[in-house]
């Protein structure tokens, strides 16, 4: 079945440090990629999205690229902000036969920023 | 502010009650789906509905089950409440089936 993985955190970096967040995917179709962001005590709001093999999806100074020979949808940004101190979701959507756009996440990382 | 309202924002209730989650999506969205957050399982879809109907079932236990409105609001119906379904359940609409989907706040259940 369709699974998400991505790297176990937290993640502490100072500010200004460069981000990865590394996530692979297992999908039997062709799904669609995203990253959902959860600030504490919030819901999840979505960072960017790509929905075909080598689209890059980037937002707010985060990317990430559809890599289908390595299925991966790593997430970077090249100089964090105390405000992105958040909890970071890889997700896929792959229809599949019940033509649902439903996502599967992955198990989430928690990123720390410090002054 | 996703336009997606969920209440309550917070339950506590005891083992063996029953509890409702409301779920008002976006003007317009038909497309209703539910999610379950928890430490041990992490983010699950449970069920979705679109425009009355349900279209995909996923790790939903017997003990819930959910239905859509006329006027689209959305009830997660949960029974025999268990100390493990403590958990922040999330509710997201979308347009249609296939477009991109927006997260409500969610409302956290405690089961004491």
């Known amino acids: 079945g369709n699974s998400v993985t991505q790297m176990e955190g937290p993640v502490t970096l100072s500010e200004e440090a460069f981000l990865t967040i590394n996530c692979t995917y297992t999908a039997t179709g062709y799904p669609s990629l995203f990253w959902y962001v959860q600030y504490p005590g919030e819901g999840l709001q979505l960072l960017l999205k790509?929905?075909?093999?080598?689209d890059k999806g980037s937002n707010k100074g985060f990317e990430a690229t559809y890599r289908k020979e390595t299925t991966s949808f790593h997430l970077e940004k090249g100089s964090v902000q105390v405000s992105d101190s958040a909890v970071y979701f890889c997700a896929l959507s792959d229809p599949g036969m019940d033509s649902s756009y439903k996502l599967i996440f992955g198990s989430g990382t928690r990123l720390l920023v410090r002054p | 502010d996703s336009g997606v309202t969920q209440t309550p924002k917070h339950l506590i209730t005891a083992t063996g009650q029953r509890v409702t989650l409301r779920c008002s999506p976006r003007s317009g969205d038909l497309s209703v789906y539910w999610y379950q957050q928890s430490l041990d399982q992490g983010l699950q879809f449970l069920i979705q509905?679109?425009?009355?109907?349900?279209?995909a079932k996923g790790n939903i236990l017997e003990r819930f089950s959910a239905q859509q409105f006329p006027d689209l609001h959305s009830e997660l119906n949960l029974s025999s409440l268990e100390l493990g379904d403590s958990a922040l359940y999330f509710c997201?609409?979308?347009?249609?089936?296939?477009?991109?989907?927006?997260f409500g706040q969610g409302t956290r259940l405690t089961v004491v």
């Open positions: 997201a609409s979308s347009v249609t089936v296939n477009t991109e989907a927006f």
């Open positions: 790509a929905t075909k093999a080598d």
């Open positions: 509905y679109y425009n009355g109907e349900e279209r």
